[in-house]
DNA sequence: GGGTTCGGTTCACCACTGCGAAACATTTCC
DNA sequence: GGAAATGTTTCGCAGTGGTGAACCGAACCC
């Protein structure tokens, strides 16, 4: 969502209006003006006169913000696995399951789910889902990737914590 | 909670720590270097030199939102104790007594109320309720969260204070 | 005040189970 | 043919739940 700037205070009609939108909003301080008082996350002020970097800067934040936080990785049409700009291929197995992570991803994917995506009719060992993980989690750590274990209720994909 | 003032990047050293806390904080930017990129609600920045009022204002925004988004912790469906973007996973017998302590977070939960919510029917022994207490305890420690102890009354889950 | 009890903490140890990982064998595909 | 992908076996380790015992501080009691 684009970031609305808005002359402060005297535009300040506005203001009510972006507000009750949620539009992300950053507020150009004239300066002799008190500075506002703005909670909302989504609404950042700075000082004129201002360099045009730091006004880039406010405007990325809000703009971060109001798209929620993080970028997500996704699995593209060609089957390669991308986050932040970088990718990796994937053999068709891990395809499967590194799609059930990334449509669920920061949150448990049960190992029978994951085992009947990957082979719908019928796992060939109970060992080969563990082997898999394992080459994933090799394949993805390249992009900041990890896949998590939870115990004895699956796994989990999530950025790298170092 | 208070907002802690840090000279960047100057300081950066400190700034892990700060975000991992969730301490809210306000970076004074020195008049040469790039402004920073923070996403995070808890954390903003102001050019220097900066006028006083100015730097005030973003203070006590950051104040009013740290007392205002005051996250709580919480269990999700696959039985992760999560707390401010972090996570940790319980074994089943933990689930339960996090479960009871979340429920009535900074507030007294009775043992016999928590040993008979993880064990229904019957406590193995006297010391077991402790030991598992001791392990949840060490568990949700990298959290920032704590077990504290009333005695003859109960265990109360609280924000760790240190 | 000094011992005792009470409530709670921590440690060491055991049995059990789920998952990890290496190493090897086999198949598939270009 | 050769590389990548897949499957299998085996070994080991770490998480889990439980138990007993030592320990420790606070409250209680004579």
Do not use: C, K
């Not at 402060?8 to 300066?31: C, D, I, M, Q, S």
């Not at 082979?119 to 994933?136: C, E, F, K, M, Y």
């Amino acid at each position: 969502m684009d970031v609305v700037l808005v002359r402060w205070p005297e535009e300040n009609f506005h203001l009510g209006e972006l507000r009750g939108a949620g539009t992300p909003r950053l507020l150009l301080v004239g300066p002799e003006a008190p500075p506002p008082d703005s909670v909302d996350p989504l609404e950042d002020w700075i000082r004129l006169p201002a360099e045009d970097r730091d006004v880039r800067a406010r405007v990325a934040t809000l703009e971060a913000r109001a798209a929620n936080g993080m970028p997500t990785p996704e699995i593209d049409e060609d089957g390669l696995l991308r986050y932040r700009d970088r990718w990796v291929s994937l053999s068709p197995v891990e395809r499967e399951l590194a799609g059930a992570l990334v449509e669920r991803f920061g949150a448990v994917v049960g190992r029978d789910l994951m085992a009947r995506r990957a082979w719908p009719s019928g796992a060939p060992t109970r060992n080969a889902l563990d082997v898999h993980i394992l080459r994933l989690r090799r394949r993805i750590a390249p992009l900041g990737l990890e896949v998590r274990t939870v115990r004895s209720r699956g796994y989990l994909l999530q950025i790298t914590t170092s």
